[in-house]
C-alpha cells in the first residue's frame, strides 16, 4: 500500500476543473466520505465507470485528489492543498470587498451626519399638504 500526490494547479486549472457539476458533486462525495474507489463512485453516481474515471482523472490532475493503492484497489481522497490557489484568490478578494464595504459605509455615515433634520419633516409635511393623508381637506 502506498500513496501517490498530484502537484498543486493554477487557479484556472482548479476553477475549470470544478466548474463541472458532476465532477464537483464526485469531488464532494470524496470528501465527505474520506476515500472512495471509482467502483464505490460508479453505484453512487448515475453515471458510467469510464465517466467516473475520467472526472477522477481531471481532478486528481489539478491536484485536489490523491490516491492511496491497496492491491489493484485504487482509494481517492481528497487533497487540501489543491485548493490552495481557490482559496487564495477568494482571499485577495474578500480583502478587496471588505476594504469596499468599509469605505462605503463610512460614506453612507457622512452622508447622515450631513443631512439636517428638519429638512426631512418639511418635506413628509409637504406631501400631506398635496392631499396624501388626513391633514389634506
Not at 457539476?21 to 453512487?44: K, N, S, Y
Not at 493503492?69 to 474578500?94: K, T
Request: proline share 6%; glycine share 8%; with cysteine.
Amino acid at each position: 500500500m502506498y500513496f501517490v500526490m498530484s502537484p498543486a494547479a493554477d487557479i484556472a486549472t482548479v476553477m475549470r476543473v470544478l466548474a463541472d457539476p458532476t465532477r464537483r458533486a464526485v469531488f464532494e462525495q470524496i470528501a465527505e466520505a474520506g476515500e472512495l474507489t471509482v467502483g464505490a463512485l460508479t453505484h453512487r453516481n448515475d453515471v458510467s465507470q469510464p465517466a467516473i474515471s475520467q472526472h477522477v482523472r481531471a481532478l486528481k490532475e489539478a491536484g485536489l485528489l490523491g490516491e492511496r493503492r491497496d492491491g489493484r484497489m485504487i482509494h481517492y481522497r481528497c487533497e487540501p492543498r489543491g485548493l490552495g490557489p481557490l482559496i487564495d484568490w477568494i482571499g485577495h478578494y474578500g480583502v478587496f470587498w471588505r476594504e469596499r464595504f468599509a469605505n462605503l459605509k463610512s460614506v453612507l455615515k457622512e452622508m447622515d451626519d450631513d443631512e439636517p433634520g428638519p429638512q426631512r419633516k418639511t418635506r413628509r409635511a409637504r406631501h400631506r399638504r398635496r392631499g396624501r393623508g388626513p391633514a389634506a381637506t
